[in-house]
Nanobody
Framework: QEELVESGGGLVRPGGSLKLSCQGS????????MAWFRQAPGNQREMVAA????????RYADAVKGRFTISRDNAKKLMFLQMNSLEPEDTAVYYC????????????????WGQGTQVTVSS
C-alpha cells in the first residue's frame, strides 16, 4: 500500500561510506515499522536493520552492528541507512521495506517493498 523509493546506492572503495535514503508516501508511514534488507547474488535475502514507528526499538544484523545506523524522519516520510567502514561482503541490492506490524518485519515478510538500489564495495 505504501510506495517506497530507495536512492543513494553506488560504487565505493572498502572502508568508505554511503548513505541510503528511502522516500515513502501516504498516511501510513509514521505508524509503520520499517527496515532495510539486502540480497547478494547467490545469497538469501537478509535483514540489515529495522526500526519501529517512533524509533524506540532498533535492531541490526550482527554483520553490520557498529558500522551501520538506521534512522527515520516521519515528518518528511524518510528513512536512512548510514553505512560506514564498508566491506566487499556488503555488496548487494538494498531494499527498503515497511509494514504496519513489527512482527512482520522481524519475520522478514513486510507488505511493502521498494525497488532496490545497488551497493558495490570494491577497490
Amino acid at each position: 500500500q505504501e510506495e517506497l523509493v530507495e536512492s543513494g546506492g553506488g560504487l565505493v572503495r572498502p572502508g568508505g561510506s554511503l548513505k541510503l535514503s528511502c522516500q515513502g508516501s501516504g498516511p501510513m508511514f509514521s505508524i509503520s515499522a520499517m527496515a532495510w534488507f539486502r540480497q547478494a547474488p547467490g545469497n538469501q535475502r537478509e535483514m540489515v536493520a529495522a526500526i519501529t514507528n517512533y524509533g524506540s526499538t532498533i535492531r541490526y544484523a550482527d554483520a553490520v552492528k557498529g558500522r551501520f545506523t538506521i534512522s527515520r524522519d516521519n515528518a518528511k516520510k524518510l528513512m536512512f541507512l548510514q553505512m560506514n567502514s564498508l566491506e566487499p561482503e556488503d555488496t548487494a541490492v538494498y531494499y527498503c521495506a515497511s509494514d504496519r506490524y513489527w512482527n512482520n518485519i522481524l519475520e522478514a515478510r513486510p507488505n511493502n517493498w521498494g525497488q532496490g538500489t545497488q551497493v558495490t564495495v570494491s577497490s
